[in-house]
Nanobody, 124 residues
Framework: QVHLVDAGGGLVQAGGSLRLSCAASGRSFNTYVMGWFRQAPGKEREFVAGINWSGRSTYYTDSVKGRFTISRDNAKSMVYLQMNSLKPEDTAVYHC?????????????????WGQGTQVTVSS
């Protein structure tokens, strides 16, 4: 079992930065693929970024490439999403998620555990 608590959202002006964090419980965290998803009002949940268990393989949706960076610190059971050059269209509730798959997946239903979500609002 993995329990995830995500945090770090807030209100920021366009062009600003935020760093989201996800704290995971349990020693099994190190073996899980981790991802960040977001969901805006009226929109489907969208894959943002993913990272494999070692942190050596990452994947990003095209709209955030070059702006967002996912990382993990297995010793601290933490996952992060550094978000730079934020745009109003990045506004959403962001959730971290854990998957038992070997490789990063962009499909929400392949993730087994989810954080409660943290709101990111980017103003114009």
């Amino acid at each position: 079992q993995v329990h995830l608590v995500d945090a770090g959202g807030g209100l920021v002006q366009a062009g600003g930065s935020l760093r989201l964090s996800c704290a995971a419980s349990g020693r099994s965290f190190n073996t899980y693929v981790m991802g960040w998803f977001r969901q805006a009002p009226g929109k489907e949940r969208e894959f943002v970024a993913g990272i494999n268990w070692s942190g050596r393989s990452t994947y990003y949706t095209d709209s955030v490439k070059g702006r967002f960076t996912i990382s993990r610190d297995n010793a601290k059971s933490m996952v992060y999403l550094q978000m730079n050059s934020l745009k109003p269209e990045d506004t959403a509730v962001y959730h971290c998620a854990a998957s038992s798959k070997v490789v990063v997946s962009t499909t929400p239903n392949l993730y087994d555990y989810w954080g409660q979500g943290t709101q990111v609002t980017v103003s114009s």
